[in-house]
T-cell receptor, first 118, second 108 residues
Framework: GAVVSQHPSRVICKSGTSVKIECRSLDFQATTMFWYRQFPKQSLMLMATSNEGSKATYEQGVEKDKFLINHASLTLSTLTVTSAHPEDSSFYIC??????????????FGPGTRLTVL | GIQVEQSPPDLILQEGANSTLRCNFSDSVNNLQWFHQNPWGQLINLFYIPSGTKQNGRLSATTVATERYSLLYISSSQTTDSGVYFCAVYWDTDKLIFGTGTRLQVFP
């Protein structure tokens, strides 16, 4: 149980295009999902917290107009990188927390999406 | 904000060796998890351990919350243990803050 999927697993795009990444909880409902970014040989950095039916909460330094997050259902959150540039190239990972659990309860992670912007 | 430091940053072992990875954090936390990130990037939950000691096969973890550290023990290491180990702490209600990581390489 507690499987989280991401699609696509890998994407290469040209500078200036927008890329959408999907995060799905396959066997549970998730009122809260999280988006992280990981640069090569670095740790994961929390970008934003996504709550179903409400606006996402972004961490300091993360441009909300650049990284659009939508959490339209209890099993799906999307991250859209708008007008992507080479510096946006990174590994994007989502996680989800079971509906009904409390803040601080365990999160389950997707396999990640590797974005390369040419 | 909270700082989460892991040591050592890199560790090279021969198969069969034991090791201890350390995670120090600078503030009180709600909870703590240990993860293994495999070479493909997938994060695998190892332990959810706010305090005390847990064991799972060759791995065990101990968290001493009052002293703000956690330890991950790997015994009889195998090549499949290679990868990056992260601790992550739950802070400020629901934020999961990742540590700096320990990169482990196990050679046959």
């Amino acid at each position: 149980g507690a499987v989280v999927s991401q699609h696509p697993s890998r994407v290469i795009c040209k500078s200036g295009t927008s890329v959408k990444i999907e995060c799905r909880s396959l066997d549970f409902q998730a009122t809260t999902m999280f988006w992280y970014r990981q640069f090569p040989k670095q740790s994961l950095m929390l970008m934003a917290t996504s709550n179903e039916g409400s606006k996402a909460t972004y961490e300091q330094g993360v441009e909300k107009d650049k990284f659009l997050i939508n959490h339209a259902s209890l099993t799906l959150s999307t991250l859209t990188v708008t007008s992507a540039h080479p510096e946006d190239s990174s590994f994007y990972i989502c996680s989800a927390r079971h509906r009904g659990t409390s803040a601080g309860d365990t999160q389950y992670f997707g396999p990640g999406t590797r974005l390369t912007v040419l | 904000g909270i700082q989460v430091e892991q040591s050592p940053p890199d560790l090279i072992l021969q198969e069969g060796a034991n090791s201890t990875l350390r995670c120090n954090f600078s503030d009180s936390v709600n909870n703590l998890q240990w993860f293994h990130q495999n070479p493909w990037g997938q994060l695998i939950n190892l332990f959810y351990i706010p305090s005390g000691t847990k064991q799972n096969g060759r791995l065990s973890a101990t968290t001493v919350a009052t002293e703000r550290y956690s330890l991950l023990y790997i015994s009889s290491s195998q090549t499949t243990d290679s990868g990056v180990y992260f601790c992550a702490v739950y802070w400020d209600t629901d934020k999961l803050i990742f540590g700096t990581g320990t990169r482990l390489q196990v050679f046959p």
